[in-house]
């Protein structure tokens, strides 16, 4: 099972009581305070871990408390500190405040960690205020309540280039061609219920990463389909794949198909819709006799014309008889290549430390 979004709550540990005591000792006629600090809460930390994939196991756990730090003690003995609470993520991970509108941390690569709830302050035990005019001090501090609030925690996976297009468009087929994924492979719509990552070798020195999500359809932005809800995954790529297909079955002519899926990209993101894109004609091989439409072209020189009119850099292919697969690799290849990573790309800043 694939979760990408999940709700917790954290807690933080309070920090311990201080102590109020003093020395009751024999043949010491004066003694002084002697009561100790208490110990600081534990906090809450999240990392990023490399073994996971997913946020399955916050569905079955949302509370996450740390411990409390322990009451001082008399005798000058300061109270243990709490310990943390240490909770993984997988990398990619965004952490959002309650209302999931404010990013706090982007824990992008393995490692990373962030502070969710900072445990409280242990209170001062009397030893602490003995002055040469209060020899006596009847004072203590409580200890400091740790942090607690809620979280919403964001899965993006992190790619190189994401596959957008309608269902059935072929997307599982490129992606089990070029990469080592092994999506499920079948002739009906919406075979991919989730996304897929495929790591592409492309020689010794370069290789990148591709995701696959689940196909749009028209009104995917409104909630229709599945693809709106995994749209996130593709807002990290620095490159789109935009497959059409071309067979002569498809329901609507590949040119509207195209602006479809415009249409779609814009109203989820506009920083999504910008992103540089190549537009894939898969299912080339179905083609044979491709009768002429309206205009006098057959829908892969049509689709090319309109292409070249938007300045859309265009490719057709074949992914079940491997007919221009190797050549789009190398131009996805050389694409990114030419394409430095822009500042959008940098992650949020995540605490390095526990402190």
Not at 190 to 200: A, I, S, Y
Not at 292 to 314: D, I, S, T, Y
Request: hydrophobic share 35%.
């Amino acid at each position: 099972m694939f979760v990408d979004h999940a709700r917790i709550f954290v807690s933080a540990g309070g920090g311990g009581n201080g102590c109020m005591s003093f020395r009751r000792e024999k043949y010491v006629p004066r003694g002084g305070p002697d009561g100790g600090d208490g110990g600081d809460g534990g906090s809450v930390i999240l990392i990023a871990d490399a073994d996971l994939s997913t946020l399955i196991p916050f569905r079955y756990r949302r509370l996450f408390r740390a411990q409390r730090g322990q009451h001082g003690m008399g005798s000058n003995c300061h109270g243990r500190n709490g310990q943390d609470m240490v909770v993984k993520v997988p990398p990619g991970t965004l952490i959002l405040n309650e209302d999931s509108t404010s990013p706090l941390a982007d824990l992008r690569k393995a490692g990373d960690r962030f502070i969710a709830g900072r445990g409280g302050q242990g209170g001062r035990g009397n030893a602490r205020f003995a002055t040469s005019t209060n020899q006596a001090p009847r004072r203590a501090d409580k200890g400091e309540p740790g942090e607690e609030r809620w979280l919403t925690l964001e899965l993006k996976l992190l790619a190189d280039v994401g596959l957008v297009g309608f269902p059935n468009a072929g997307k599982s087929t490129l992606i089990s061609r070029i990469s080592d994924a092994r999506p499920k492979i079948a002739d009906y719509p919406f075979t991919t219920l989730t996304p897929h990552l495929g790591h592409v070798a492309v020689d010794e020195s370069f290789s990148f990463i591709v995701a696959d999500i689940p196909g749009l359809i028209e009104g995917a932005a409104r909630g229709a389909g599945l693809g709106i809800r995994f749209l996130r995954h593709v807002e990290r790529t620095r490159l789109l794949l935009h497959l059409i297909d071309l067979s002569p079955g498809a329901e609507q002519d590949p040119i509207e198909r195209l602006r479809v899926i415009d249409k779609e990209l814009e109203a989820s993101s506009a920083d999504l819709a910008g992103k540089p894109r190549i537009v894939v004609a898969t299912k080339s091989d179905t083609l044979i006799g491709d009768a002429p439409g309206p205009e006098g072209f057959g829908r892969l020189e049509a689709l090319r014309l309109h292409c070249a009119q938007r300045n859309l850099v265009f490719h057709a292919i074949s992914a079940v008889s491997g007919d221009g697969v190797a050549e789009l690799v190398r131009l996805v290849a050389t694409r990114l290549r030419q394409m430095p990573k822009s500042e959008s790309d940098s992650p949020l800043p995540v605490e390095e430390t526990c402190g």
